[in-house]
């Protein structure tokens, strides 16, 4: 079953908690498909009177900035052995390569990693652990991290639910490959702002020093 097959089976409060609880999972850092749960819930919002965007983004914000606060506690008092052993567990998300990217993304732009980190999935996960890790002061990570929480939860919210809108007439036509159309621009809109980071993280690494990393 899809994801939006499944969550358009369930109750309403059901849908905001679980929406809340994936994305909080994900940021506080369990690699979790937070993204793809709202996208969904966003667009079944747009189609069903019963799920309000207004609270689905309410409650996906809760979830991103809470799930964070959580994830930076646990790597302030974890440190660096909690790096270590999510390593082991999750090589593909946190493996040495991947930590070393987002170490030198925190100590080159500091609050904004963790603003635009939000937008990215490796990052997403990362950002409240690695922030606790490297001992970001909390009041500078919270406000960065609100921040994020709210643009990332409800302008993903947002566009999603309008791009639904104004599609709805052709979705009840050609449901399936609508619903594809829907969901490809609503994401293309989010990586958007994911290829500017991403980039922007790409020129930091090739405009670091020959041997700096050994």
């Not at 909690?82 to 609050?111: C, D, I, N, Q, Y």
């Not at 970001?136 to 921040?147: Q, R, T």
């Not at 609503?186 to 790409?202: E, I, W």
Request: hydrophobic content about 50%; proline content about 4%; aromatic content about 10%.
């Amino acid at each position: 079953m899809h994801v939006q097959e499944w969550l358009d089976s369930v109750p309403a409060a059901a849908v905001y908690a679980v929406v809340a609880l994936v994305i909080g999972l994900e940021s506080l850092g369990i690699p979790l498909p937070g993204e793809i749960v709202l996208v969904s819930a966003a667009l079944m919002s747009s189609q069903h009177s019963g799920i309000n965007p207004i609270v689905l983004g309410a409650c996906a914000t809760a979830g991103a900035v809470i799930g964070d606060s959580i994830g930076y506690a646990i790597g302030r008092k974890g440190g660096r052995p909690l790096l270590a052993w999510l390593g082991r567990k999750f090589p593909r998300h946190f493996g040495e390569g991947h930590v070393a990217t987002a170490e030198r993304s925190f100590e080159k732009w500091g609050m904004w990693a963790v603003f635009f980190g939000r937008f990215i999935a490796l990052l997403r996960i990362f950002a409240g652990p690695l922030a606790g890790v490297l001992h970001m002061p909390y009041w500078k990570f919270l406000i960065a991290n609100v921040l994020g929480g709210i643009c990332w939860a409800g302008g993903t919210t947002a566009v999603i639910y309008y791009v639904g809108v104004v599609a709805e007439d052709w979705l009840k036509k050609f449901s399936y490959v609508g619903l594809a159309a829907a969901v490809l621009v609503g994401l293309a809109s989010v990586l958007l702002v994911k290829r500017k980071a991403k980039k922007a993280q790409q020129q930091d690494r090739e405009a670091e020093p020959v041997g700096a990393g050994e």
